[in-house]
């Protein structure tokens, strides 16, 4: 097993996918180590306690993701994600949280930190390896519905400011269009489809308002789009980008 995988258009083998497992239960770790070693793509390379554990051997390991539970002794989940994200050397280290989304009221905190995106503790396998994998690629795991409810629910009720219209003065009307979408965790396929664009110009906007705006990844795009007011919660499950004009009142 963990064979690393061949090329489909050459005979070299592709790196398999680095994971470091971050969790206080040994159970859980063992289960999720257990199914990961089935897969030709995906290997273990660490495992960690807690948060100070996680920094540490993401440190030693450059893994490509970290599968962190948000609740562990010492350094939190959070805590650990954030010195991962501002640590030289590892920025294209993805952190893949592990959350009750009924319970958690980290999730926001965690996508601001620098999170990716987000897993059930309670995911089926399938689920599991579809996350990391997504993950892995680069992009955010933010598009079922009930995380985007919970990102608009906790942005509501904290009130975050909507900074003034000089924030987004750095982008160009088509990079606020895709932002809005990116903000209701539209892909770039889907991206492209609503505003006629094709999937790679639909990503190079992405690329640049995530360099304009010195968003780390995808998922933090989708904290600004809420921060702002470009995008603002709606009913429950749903989110409605609003204008340049609207915000301005």
Known sequence: ???AAASPWTDA????????????????RSGFKVLLDLEDDITVVAEATNGAEAVERARATRPDVVLMDIRMPKVDGIQATAQIAGTPGLEQVRVLILTTY???EYVFDALQAGASGFLLKDAGPAELLHAIR???AGEALLAPRITR????????QRKAARAADD???VLTEREREVLALVGQGLSNHEIGAELFLSPATARTHVS???????????AQLVVIAYQTGLVSPAMPGTVTPRSHDDRRR
């Open 1 to 3: 097993m963990n064979a």
């Open 13 to 28: 083998p592709i790196a398999p996918i680095k994971v470091l497992l971050a969790d206080d239960e040994g159970l859980v």
């Open 102 to 104: 009924d319970t958690d």
């Open 134 to 136: 997504v993950v892995a």
């Open 149 to 156: 409810r919970l990102i608009g629910q906790f942005t509501a």
């Open 167 to 169: 924030r987004l003065a």
């Open 208 to 218: 640049h308002a995530m360099a304009k705006l010195g968003a780390r990844d995808r």
